[in-house]
């Protein structure tokens, strides 16, 4: 019964009506059915008590005397004209045609009782009728009217060939009729079934339009029952959601065009502005302390805003979808190399990076993700910091790890967000908290994943998949 709610709406209906058809029909049939047996089988029995009356009177008059063989013989065969087997019993005499085992103790108590009694037996696999009931001997005094048993029994056993076959014809009509309605019922099964899913199907059909983003799904509203209801609700809840998501779009578009105008406009004077502080960081040691302390202050915060708004471009390029691949054929090992060198990196980390890895990718891209990972490393974990790099058929793969504190669990899920910052699992940083979320667009636009977890024994582990050949050039 548990696997029931997973079984489709039209294989319920179908099971639902074949059930009610077939409980229906069985239980009106059964009733039907007993009581027409009954009745052929209590009409048969009267009948033949009635016949075997008439023929037990036309054995009168009894002999007084106790009869003899012949008698019984004489009994038996006036019997017997009816094609039926009989039984004449005296005492210890009988004789007859039928098998005096089929007498049972009750039928035989009820005949020397003075009563006609019959009963029902099974003889060599078929049901026959067996009769009994005792001659009686008038006294001759009509005043009195009384008569006393003459010592004979006189049994008479008679088939129901034409009862049975009356029966097994109700019984054959019971099925056929039962049948009848079962595939009656499954027709209006599948009609219902088809009425009331049909529109359900269009429903689920519409919400899966709605999911994949066509906010145009709309439902044909048909009648005025609860389907229609429900048709004119989803409706209505698509023509706000696509009001909503409108909305939302075009908030969100207007929000990237204004990072992306800001960012432009930013870069003409922080171009000069790092030009100029590139000329006071030359001269700040001959200026006095606190303003060396000033002007190095300034060259780093202007350093760090040029990069935020560097991070802020490339951002608005993967939300704009402008954002490319340069691809080339590339030794990775040696790219990862030539990114620490340029970031003076090389002294504070340990490389594992076997010689002959070659895949195609955009190196620019590859320098960014590589940047980001170790820079992250070096700042928040703690030495050593590790770079391994392996290769199988489908891509390589590239692991930066670190013996730091590792990352709390609740912080895990959002590692790649951007401005995400795990303030309370690591020391304040001072980047954008846009090198993961870059690091991570590049890896997806490569066709790639970048995924974070903790070591087992400390740290953190940061591990990047580029497939062999990214989807632009496969």
């Not at 409980?23 to 049939?29: G, M, R």
């Not at 007084?64 to 065969?77: F, H, K, S």
């Amino acid at each position: 019964m548990k696997h029931w709610q997973y079984w489709g709406l039209r294989a319920r209906l179908l099971l639902a009506f074949a059930l009610l058809s077939v409980v229906t029909a069985a239980a009106v049939a059964a009733i039907g059915y007993t009581r027409a047996r009954d009745a052929i089988v209590q009409r048969a029995q009267d009948n033949a008590v009635i016949e075997m009356t008439g023929q037990i009177q036309q054995l009168y008059p009894v002999p007084v005397v106790p009869p003899d063989r012949a008698t019984l013989a004489g009994i038996v065969d006036e019997l017997n004209g009816r094609k039926n087997a009989a039984l004449a019993v005296s005492g210890t005499l009988h004789e007859g045609n039928m098998p005096p085992a089929v007498l049972t103790p009750e039928l035989r108590r009820t005949v020397a009782s003075g009563l006609v009694g019959w009963q029902r037996v099974e003889v060599g696999g078929v049901t026959r009728l067996v009769l009994g009931t005792q001659l009686r001997i008038a006294d001759g005094h009509a005043r009195t009217g009384t008569s006393y048993p003459s010592g004979i029994e006189v049994y008479e056993l008679r088939n129901l060939d034409g009862e049975i076959a009356t029966i097994d014809g109700l019984a054959r009509d019971a099925w056929l009729i039962g049948g009848a309605a079962l595939l009656l019922s499954m027709l209006l099964a599948l009609l219902a079934a088809r009425s009331v899913l049909e529109p359900v199907q269009e429903l689920q059909r519409a919400a899966h339009r709605l999911g994949d983003g066509d906010l145009d799904a709309r439902l044909a509203v048909r009648g005025g029952d609860e389907l229609a209801a429900v048709a004119g609700t989803f409706n209505s809840t698509a023509e706000s959601l696509q009001r909503h998501v409108g909305e939302l779009r075009r908030m969100e578009a207007d929000a990237r065009r204004f990072v992306a105008d800001v960012s432009h406009e930013l870069r003409t004077p922080l171009a000069a502005m790092t030009a100029v502080t590139d000329m006071l960081d030359a001269e700040a040691e001959q200026l006095p302390e606190v303003a060396g302390q000033a002007v190095r202050l300034v060259s780093r915060e202007t350093h760090n805003l040029t990069r935020l708004v560097n991070d802020l471009i490339e951002v608005t390029r993967f939300d704009s979808g402008t954002a490319s691949l340069a691809l080339d054929d590339v030794d990775v090992a040696e790219a990862v190399r030539a990114t620490l060198r340029t970031r003076g990196f090389t002294d504070s980390v340990t490389l594992q990076l076997p010689a002959g890895i070659r895949a195609t990718l955009d190196p620019r891209r590859l320098d960014v993700i590589v940047a980001n990972l170790v820079g992250n490393a070096l700042r928040h974990g703690a030495a050593p910091v590790t770079v391994g790099l392996d290769q199988d058929e489908s891509g390589i793969a590239l692991e930066v790890t670190d013996t730091g504190p590792g990352l709390d669990e609740e912080v895990l899920p959002h590692v790649f967000d951007r401005f995400y910052k795990a303030d309370t699992a690591r020391s304040r940083s001072a980047g954008s908290g846009l090198g993961l979320a870059i690091a991570w667009e590049n890896a997806r636009l490569h066709g790639g994943r970048l995924t974070a977890a903790n070591r087992t024994g400390g740290g953190a582990v940061f591990t990047l998949w580029l497939p062999q050949h990214p989807p632009a050039v496969r």
